[in-house]
């Protein structure tokens, strides 16, 4: 009898093993790839962003996870022209931290005029065969 019951007991560790490393795996993957964090509410987020007075626009956001339960926000906002950046930025940290528990955000506040030169300007694709890094040195 007992014969049976170890081998039973040892099969449900076995699978209990298994199952918690490939889960501890997975989210690892996830981290190193940068990937977006499905344990994020990042539509929620985004909402609260968009609420943020005097924002009009967010271009580019990045929610990436650095571990279990811990996220970094890299953010592109686009303000009315009259705007107090550093009070944008402000609301939005606090936003993030005491909102979302988000402790590393990196906003980058830009005025609404200046959002349409950026957008205009075309990035260089760099010609990574010769083993160069994109300019000439003197």
Do not use: W
């Amino acid at each position: 009898g007992y014969l049976l019951v170890d081998s039973i007991l040892s099969l449900c560790l076995g699978i209990f093993i298994v199952r918690s490393s490939y889960l501890l795996l997975k989210e690892s993957i996830q981290i190193l790839l940068e990937a977006s964090p499905k344990d994020f509410e990042r539509d929620h987020f985004l909402n609260h962003l968009r609420e943020t007075k005097h924002v009009i626009d967010i271009p580019s956001i990045k929610i990436r996870k650095l571990t279990s339960g811990v996220f970094t926000a890299e953010l592109q906002i686009v303000v009315e022209k009259d705007a107090d950046r550093d009070k944008v930025i402000l609301e939005i940290h606090k936003m993030a931290k005491t909102h979302f528990g988000i402790p590393y955000v990196f906003v980058e506040c830009i005025g609404d005029g200046l959002a349409e030169h950026l957008s205009q300007i075309l990035v260089k694709e760099l010609d990574l065969s010769h083993n160069h890094h994109g300019h000439h040195h003197h």
